[in-house]
């Protein structure tokens, strides 16, 4: 940690600084400028608190020098991680789409969904039982009946289930219906209690970026799965809060390759509820990959426009299977498989 | 409702709406323009779905004419709303400053915080117990033994509690130890099961405003609470995200009159989650009483540089006292008493 | 454009609307609704002020149906426009990446920059005479005496050249040394009086996004060239301002398909200032190409450490050439060359 | 300047950080901790290039410890500058308001506006002559004919006239017809060769911040103007971009308590522009006050809905009266006059 004085802190400030890391157990290197004092802390910065720092008479600011995620950060584990659902491997070679609609609906539905996922050549499924509506009084999902619909439709076509936990005690019944990957949504990024208890999981889980949260708390909030002891951890960007307009969110592309060099754990996109309108996906899609990234979360519904949420986001089945042609191609380009 | 069809919508399409809407219970109202045809949708807008429109052929955009809230709207509930915590009135003639320690440390700590918070004129206090940090190596709070010291310290001054709920798991504990208000953190506005719980209680609730949620989302959030049947919700602006890096949050002062136009429900502000930064405080904590906020949640510490989190951003008692004097004087201004 | 009225809107308010648009020449549709009447304007909407409206008694907002440009529409200009500099195609069935130096430095550095550019397989070359700084005590760019090193490294290997425009007086020295492309900056995009002084010319014009510009102020912004009368315009998408701090800017991938349906005009990509940093380029750059883009505007330098501006930024020759390789492959895919 | 390197920097790359500063004058202090190694650069800062050490190898980040501004920090002028208008002092302890209507449109009616002004007891009076507009086909200003219809209503009056100044090839005009303030509007903010110009004048300036500008770059914006040797310059907050719809933008209130101190000059306010509807106004304008700003800039019509731009958000004459009331009140809870 390093502690910059302002131009008129004097001696008696930069003590009270100097005495204070010492007495956490820090040693000091006192670098007095021609304008300002910078006080460089030596030692396991963790163990400091910088807004404290930052309290002291004559601190102007106080920069950290570690960065705050251990487990999850490449610097501590450089080779990549690679995290495997029922043998299907995320974050490897070969590049996953996970397909399949916002929410489960009915049984019919959700067997022609899967039907659909599995024919365009996907190896995952999403769906949604417990949706997280912005009104009351939307469609709140099928629940637990719908976990049910979709383990019945997906297990016919050998599809591993990805679906949002929201609520922790709903959690033992997730491991009772046996869901493969647990999608924890934008809006519980932070909801740090349901963290902590996939954490004591080992279900592989989907982190999706909060709707304003900066890639280092993305990471904080992996930490805090990881911290519990399961580091089966894929993130997955799917648009930030922006001021334009002209689509639902905006895809932070850029996302991928920091992630990259920040973490040895897979980054997948979702460029469904990135750009909101099923016009958009297959561009953002195609970016998203051509980025590096190690799969996509893309919703695609048998007919789309019947869907009971997010209606004008979903690829109908045939757009799905161009898309995932035009996927492969761009793999390929990068040396990967799709 | 109102469909706005493309330039090059033809009849087909322009019926096809006009079928969806009637098969919905709708009338409608097609005005044929010089260049576009326009579809306005006469009945209860609530039963439609704004995004299946968007998927339908030929539409450009869809415009909802109704406000998608009811019970926490204004304008179904013209008069403004006091909520009574313990027989003291918020969103009433008086402005509310509630004042206390960010996190709940020791007896000691809360003794002499409850102590400079009645001092200082205050009517209630604020506390963590439980405290979402963006880190898990970071300390969590006090947890239940921590409610309980907030409990006595406040007791012995008569301050009725406020405190964050982050685990609907806890709620029970919270209603136990009597918790007065029980506050939903920033992280957690759009934790919907959470907010289902809340809503089932009687205790007065304070709604902080998500990270980066639009006002109309808020406003959701607590119709979540409300439909329910807890009326007793109080928002609560803590500043937004934003591309400034000079203080911590961007405070949305323009909230205030927004809200009080669209709810009859109280506002208040927190001064030091949005600045971040002591010194900032009470110019922020001026603004806010001057747009016409109803009160503050204000971190106030007896020795700020000790506290064991957000040490930068407490007053210490004295600045406690001296901002009450200044924000008596503006209340005065606009007809209020402090 | 449609009004919508107030809940509370009584005759009064509503029949002053009416003649308010009556009197402007319009035609009306009034559709009463069971709780809001909301009245549609027929006519062209053009001519109508929304802030005057919205300003009437009984008025709750309005809502406009027509998009507010009309050249640069794709609605009124369905085939798509290739501009022609100097014989090569912007726009086209080919992908063109326009590389060079942050800024003209020394006659040297851009001989070997313009020999890099044309080796990498490049056909337009940029660079930079005038420099927006945001310090004034900042290098300014070389001027008047840079445009002409520009213009002879650049005629060397028969390459166009791009530059910066800040000045509205430096346009007839532009002229007179035959910049083939005129860039309008970010901070520009709303420099009404430049952008109209480029539209009475007939130079190409590179049209970069305005640092927190919506895609409609964009297009607005093209509006103003193209209503002089010049209609070679190209958008560059080079990030925009956003919360998150891990890279300069926030490179918008998403509006590359909202343009290509907005606009018939070319659009191309800046991913160099969109990262800030050298090594976030070429994952930008190919998602850029996946997207759809026209292109990319790159910077390269012969020795990026020695550049004497943004020095962390630029791709060194050999990082141009592999990138390009990269490139033609994702072109491919799209049915595009490079 | 700070040099934080990798955790895998070795002694070479950490050598040549040291050489490199050693060619430019400057002294190191290493300090090798246990995870990092930090060279502090000790000299004058102002000639490093931040980009230039991030780009050499081992180089994880910089950070700079000297502020980027001089002539307009208060670190170097630690005394509050008093701008005189004509005689009126801004930035003194008289608050001042600044009134009148968004754009010069007729003699009478900048009569009537220069006549509520006045009576109002504001003592600055604005109006556009030349207007920004985001649409070619918007009305563009009265031009010089409205400098002169403004001259004449506000000499009537003994109001000194604020305008604003969109092209440098206008300066001389504005020069002749003694405009009082010169305003350089948001969409200028870093139109730097404007800023160079009115830096060569003497005649006080007001800056607005620019859409999405951070503090730092606006206060380099003044450097700009300061370093030309014109220090008359004040500084006009007017909301910045946001994800927010409810209103036009969001009023940054907390830059009021940040520039006052980091500068010794005045701040300013613009209610108008920020909240974008007359109903806001007031109440952005109490919390401007209260904050602590110096005045504001505030749009008043005789007639608003007649306006023939930004009608929705002028006050109306009787408005105007009833602001200054409240206003007056709040500077005196600050020790101010109004």
């Known amino acids: 940690m390093i502690i ?3 131009a008129s802190a004097g001696d008696t400030e930069i003590s009270q600084v100097e005495h204070r890391l010492q007495s956490l157990g820090m040693r000091c290197n006192v670098s ?3 304008e300002r004092t910078v006080i460089g802390a030596i030692g396991d910065e963790v163990k400091l608190d910088q807004e404290a720092f930052e309290a002291l008479p004559g601190v102007d600011r106080v920069v950290r020098v570690m960065k705050p995620y251990k487990i999850v950060a490449r610097e501590t584990h450089p080779s990549r991680t690679v995290v495997n659902v029922r ?3 995320i974050g490897g070679n070969t590049v996953q789409v996970i397909a399949g609609p916002c929410s489960v609906e009915t049984q019919p539905q ?3 969904s899967a039907a659909a996922v599995k024919a365009a050549g996907c190896r995952l499924m999403r769906g949604g039982a417990f949706k997280p509506r912005t009104s009351p009084y939307a469609f709140q999902g099928a629940g637990v009946e719908g976990l049910e619909m979709f383990r019945k439709a997906a ?3 050998g599809l591993p289930i990805v679906t949002e936990l929201m609520d922790v005690r709903m959690l033992d019944t997730f491991l009772k219906y046996g869901v493969d990957v647990i999608q924890i949504g934008t809006r519980n990024m932070q909801n740090f209690d349901l963290l902590k208890e996939v954490g004591r999981t080992h279900t592989p889980v989907i982190l999706k970026r909060g709707m304003a949260a900066t890639i280092s708390e993305w990471l904080m909030s992996a930490e805090y799965i990881a911290a519990g002891g399961n580091h089966n951890i894929i993130f997955c960007e799917r648009g930030v809060r922006s001021f334009e307009t002209a689509y639902r969110n905006m895809l932070d592309v850029t996302a991928v390759p920091v992630l990259k060099r920040e973490t040895h754990l897979p980054v997948i996109i979702d460029p469904s509820h990135a750009g909101g309108k099923a016009w958009m996906v297959p561009a953002l899609a195609r970016a998203a990959i051509a980025a590096g ?3 996509l979360l893309v919703e695609a519904h048998p007919c789309p426009s ?3 949420c997010d209606a004008d986001q979903a690829l109908n089945p045939q757009e799905l299977v161009t898309l ?11 040396g990967r498989e799709l």
Not at 324 to 334: D, S, T, Y
């Open 4 to 6: 910059i004085m302002n």
């Open 32 to 34: 007095r400028g021609i």
């Open 87 to 89: 043998g299907i491997p």
């Open 110 to 112: 959700m067997d022609s």
């Open 155 to 157: 297990d016919r076509h």
């Open 293 to 295: 990234a190690d799969g």
């Open 306 to 308: 019947e869907a009971w």
């Open 324 to 334: 995932m042609g035009e996927l492969r191609g761009i793999a390929a380009v990068l």
